[in-house]
């Protein structure tokens, strides 16, 4: 039997129910239509997604829209088939009366009111305000990135998210000049009013029974629970919901609330329309590769800062490597005599300019400081003075536009392209240190490895496209590596960048790093290594030691605090990573001394090292080499008595070498 109940007619008071309004819902029946409605959307959401994502040949994204849509068209069908069993059939003239598409009316008077069309367009305003600040929340990295660098709005919750779910991802290179997906997208959007045939059509007009004249606050939160699929933006479509409940409840008209949807159509093809721009570099022929390829040439950084009034002081712990930055500044009014603590802090670079001799710390020696942090340290100079230099090896790069007549790589680059058009921006510090650290001629690792580089820095336009942006310049260094002779292969990948499974293209770029490891090659990261067992830290270095002695190593300033704390386990493999001369992006001829370094510089130190291996021996895999270089690798002790801990294993690159040349003479440290 049908769970209806009968409303009494219309009082002045209440606009929703007339003399001849169908029979009211009871709760029961409006949660089993919700259930009904809700549960396939959360199975395909939650349970068939993850099982297909990274399975199927299809963009994560795409699978995970497809799968929607199927829930929606299972609505529309649901939603038809309520109307035709109450109605009887499913003429236009029943169908449009019982899910109120009809033309606005006056809540009083019952006239016709084509004005009532006007609330569409705050309700567009309001849709767009709410809908955007839930997709900011709801994508971990745009939260990040955006609302809490940008905006200082440390207070927001977290609402993690599967990075494939979130709409953002219609901004990817994956889609580039897939003009398809414009109609996709349409269809989507069309299909997405199955949900106003349910909640405004269906639900709405039959609700005043079970909830009275709150039924469209009731018909709201149902739309906002409905979410489950995306439960991040539930709290979002709840107050969407109440913009669209309220004016068709009170003008008995569905067609508002269509039109205000109108707005996710709007937006939606604006996002795929800038996914479609976007440029992709895996379908760009590769030319000749005979000669050096380079497609842009940023322009050198201008950094100049002024005067200093005064010097900063060091604080004992702090952390942050800029916290006594001199780079670019003037210091020569200022008296240092008293600063060589503060002083042995410092990050500088050539445009920074000192007091003369005199105001001077006695025995301070910036040349010396200078020299010693261009020496890769660990013995490595050593190597590359009996020809082990990564000679014939490639190092591929994937980080911020290049510096690319620097002098220390210039020679080296082999190829240089950006993901994105950057020929307006200028260097930046970060790609012309990594490279160098690689592969830099006075201060790099493998100073005679091939480099090739993919500047895959984002702008605005793309920075939802974050992971895609990665993925797609991996998948561009095989498609280079594919074509490169067997004696010049690109062996490692070296990206000082991380993901967190919650960012949109997460599974496109673990897709590509799988094919890169598929295909032999290393891949040193911040994040995708620890899957595959290949833990990694970077050593810090007083300005002043000696780079080549195991004991002038301690750990890094960043981490020291937790060093002294819990210590460290010996399945790291640890590198040189602060007090490190780099090249600037400043000049060709130009230089940093970064005192304190991250995992930025640890990475294409690792990278290096891993060409000076294959060098030795080319049949070298990422598994054996990383076995090999702990087991190679040393342990120091550092602090006394009490406090005395064991820090290791360090990298060896004389005894690592050694054991490759002589297999059966590698020494365990």
């Not at 240092?336 to 002083?343: N, V």
């Not at 120091?636 to 990298?651: F, M, R, V």
Request: overall charge neutral; proline content about 8%.
């Amino acid at each position: 039997m049908d769970q209806t109940i009968a409303v009494a007619p219309a009082t002045a008071a209440d606009s929703i129910t007339t003399p001849g309004q169908p029979e009211q819902y009871t709760f029961s029946r409006v949660l089993t239509i919700w259930l009904a409605a809700t549960l396939p959307m959360a199975v395909l959401a939650w349970g068939l997604a993850p099982l297909l994502v990274g399975r199927v040949p299809l963009p994560s994204a795409l699978t995970f829209s497809l799968l929607m849509m199927v829930g929606l068209a299972w609505q529309a069908a649901l939603g038809l088939w309520i109307v035709r069993r109450e109605e009887g059939g499913l003429s236009w003239a029943a169908f449009r009366r019982r899910t109120w598409l009809v033309a606005p009316r006056h809540p009083r008077t019952d006239q016709v009111r084509r004005r009532s069309f006007a609330w569409v367009l705050p309700g567009w305003l309001i849709g767009f305000l709410v809908l955007t600040f839930g997709v900011f929340l709801g994508n971990t990295f745009l939260r990040d990135a955006v609302l809490i660098r940008l905006l200082s709005w440390t207070w927001l919750p977290p609402f993690p998210s599967p990075g494939y779910a979130q709409v953002t991802e219609l901004v990817s290179p994956e889609f580039a000049g897939r003009w398809w997906l414009l109609v996709l997208v349409a269809v989507a959007w069309v299909l997405s009013l199955a949900e106003e045939l349910i909640f405004r059509g269906v639900l709405l007009p039959k609700m005043a029974g079970a909830f009275g004249r709150w039924d469209w606050v009731a018909n709201a939160g149902l739309y906002g629970l409905y979410h489950v699929h995306k439960p991040w933006m539930i709290p979002f479509r709840f107050l969407y919901g109440l913009v669209l409940a309220g004016p068709t409840r009170r003008f008995r008209s569905s067609w508002i609330a269509v039109g205000i949807r109108g707005i996710e159509g709007i937006g939606l093809l604006a996002l795929a329309l800038v996914g479609i721009m976007l440029p992709s570099l895996t379908t760009t022929p590769i030319p000749d590769l005979a000669q050096p390829h380079v497609t842009a040439s940023p322009q050198p950084l201008g950094w100049y800062r002024g005067p200093l009034t005064a010097l900063p002081r060091h604080t004992p712990g702090a952390t942050g490597p800029f916290e006594l930055d001199l780079r670019g500044y003037d210091l020569s009014a200022l008296d240092l005599r008293d600063a060589t603590d503060d002083l042995l802090y410092v990050t500088f670079d050539s445009r920074t300019l000192w007091p003369p001799a005199e105001r001077m710390p006695t025995g301070f020696d910036l040349e010396q400081i200078l020299a010693l942090g261009r020496n890769p340290g660990l013995g490595l100079r050593s190597l590359h003075d009996r020809g082990i230099t990564g000679r014939g090896v490639g190092i591929a790069i994937v980080d911020q536009a290049l510096l690319v007549e620097h002098q220390e790589y210039a020679g080296q680059l082999r190829w240089y392209e950006q993901t994105n058009d950057l020929t307006i921006e200028p260097a930046s510090m970060h790609g012309p240190a990594v490279a160098s650290i690689a592969v830099g001629k006075t201060v790099g690792v493998a100073p005679e490895a091939d480099l090739y580089f993919i500047a895959a820095t984002f702008d605005l336009r793309s920075l939802p496209a974050r992971c895609h942006s990665d993925a797609q310049a991996v998948r561009r260094i095989l498609q280079i590596n594919s074509q490169l002779p067997e004696n010049r292969k690109i062996r490692v990948i070296s990206i000082s960048s991380g993901w967190l499974p919650e960012w949109p293209g997460y599974a496109d770029i673990a897709a590509a790093l799988a094919e890169a490891k598929a295909a032999g090659l290393l891949v040193i990261c911040s994040s995708c290594n620890q899957a595959d067992g290949m833990y990694f830290h970077g050593l810090g270095r007083p300005p002043t030691a000696d780079p080549d002695r195991f004991e002038a190593y301690e750990p890094g300033l960043f981490w020291a605090g937790d060093f002294a704390e819990n210590g460290l386990s010996s399945d790291r493999l640890l590198v040189t990573m602060d007090s490190r001369t780099l090249a600037s992006p400043t000049g060709k001829d130009e230089y940093v001394f970064y005192r304190e370094g991250g995992w930025s510089w640890a990475i294409p130190y690792i990278a290096g090292a891993y060409a000076l291996a294959a060098q030795v021996d080319p049949t070298i895999t990422p598994d054996r080499f990383w076995a090999l270089a702990l087991q190679t690798g040393r342990t120091i002790e550092i602090g006394g008595g009490a406090q005395k801990q064991s820090l290791g294993k360090i990298l060896d690159p004389v005894a690592l070498i050694a054991a490759l040349q002589n297999p059966s003479a590698a020494p365990s440290r």
